[in-house]
């Protein structure tokens, strides 16, 4: 038996923006999807979802990679089963995590000898067979663990800061929030374009106020980060609310994760408000998930 996990990522600046090649800033963060497999006389797929052979429906991810990795290496059966720790579908790359968690099963059993770089790519492209389009941030940041530059791909300093996610519960699809950015910024291009250019802009002063540990400064940039998201209409009400609670609890800064328009929120803090944001996250009716940057991308446990 074979287990290999993967960690979740949060944008700590310059999402939406980095649809249009401005920068941003992406963190490993510790909150992992683990992956068991083992040899057995066929396929079966095991998560709470279900136990299922290959099915598109209930593991359309697990099930892409299985058959890709049969074709270039054939192999009698396995037995896959997952724990995920990532709430699903919320912007924390859920996904990407479950699928370079699966390739490293994978190399690892079948001794395939891919490097990091490979599994990160091959991950990449089972994300955009079954999405459509899908950005190679996830499965990077999922795979190499860190503080990543994007799109330069260049390790940071990690913040040495907690991280508080906040959890909406409330469903989001990247896929029309991106339509909806790109459709105001077809209609005022000459408001937009800047909009974004600045999200760039506060993502580059971002990595060096990480270098220097300037963490209120961060903090301060993340909150405007967060005014220019609301701006081009990712905010909601929901996330709004988890984002203000955690400022007056005493964040550094507070903004969208993700894709914005329901999914998470994620808060900078000092280990003396982790609770009191934590617990005004929980009044103002999100999830919250205290967690900090991992450097361990996809590893075996
Ligand atoms: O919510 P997520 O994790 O799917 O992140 C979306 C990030 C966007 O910048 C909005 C889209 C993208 O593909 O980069």
Not at 115 to 125: C, L, R
Not at 140 to 168: D, E, F, W
Not at 201 to 228: F, P
Not at 260 to 287: P, Q, T, Y
């Amino acid at each position: 038996m074979i287990t290999c996990s993967a960690p979740a990522k949060v944008y700590l600046f310059g999402e939406h923006a980095v649809v249009y090649n401005e920068s941003a800033i992406c963190c490993a963060v510790n909150i992992r999807t683990r992956v068991n497999i083992e040899y057995s006389e066929n396929i079966v797929i095991n998560s709470s979802l279900g136990t299922t052979g290959i099915d598109y429906e209930i593991h359309p991810y697990v099930s892409a990679v299985v058959e890709k990795i049969r074709k270039k290496s054939p192999y009698r059966g396995v037995s896959i089963s997952i724990e995920s720790d990532i709430p699903v579908g919320s912007g924390l790359g859920s996904s990407a995590a479950v699928v370079v968690a699966t390739i490293c099963a994978f190399n690892n059993l079948l001794k395939l000898g891919m490097d990091k770089e490979s599994i990160a790519s091959f991950g990449h492209s089972i994300e955009k067979e079954i999405q459509g389009a899908a950005s190679a941030t996830d499965t990077y940041v999922s795979t190499m663990g860190g503080t990543v530059a994007i799109p330069a791909r260049q390790h940071l300093k990690n913040p040495l800061c907690n991280l508080i996610i906040g959890n909406t519960n409330v469903f989001s699809s990247t896929g029309q929030l991106v339509a909806k950015v790109a459709s105001l910024k077809s209609i005022y291009p000459e408001v937009i374009t800047p909009i974004l250019s600045t999200i760039g802009k506060a993502s580059l002063r971002g990595e060096s106020l990480l270098e220097n540990e300037d963490y209120r400064s961060l903090g301060e940039l993340m909150n405007v980060n967060q005014g220019l998201l609301e701006a081009i209409g990712v905010g909601c009400d929901e996330l709004s609310r988890l984002i203000h609670s955690s400022r007056t609890a005493g964040a550094l800064g507070a903004k969208i994760t993700g894709a914005g328009g329901g999914g998470c929120m994620v808060a900078l803090a000092e280990n003396e408000n982790i609770d009191a944001i934590s617990r005004e996250i929980k009044n103002a009716g999100g999830i919250p998930i205290v967690t900090g940057v991992t450097d361990s991308g996809v590893r075996v446990d």
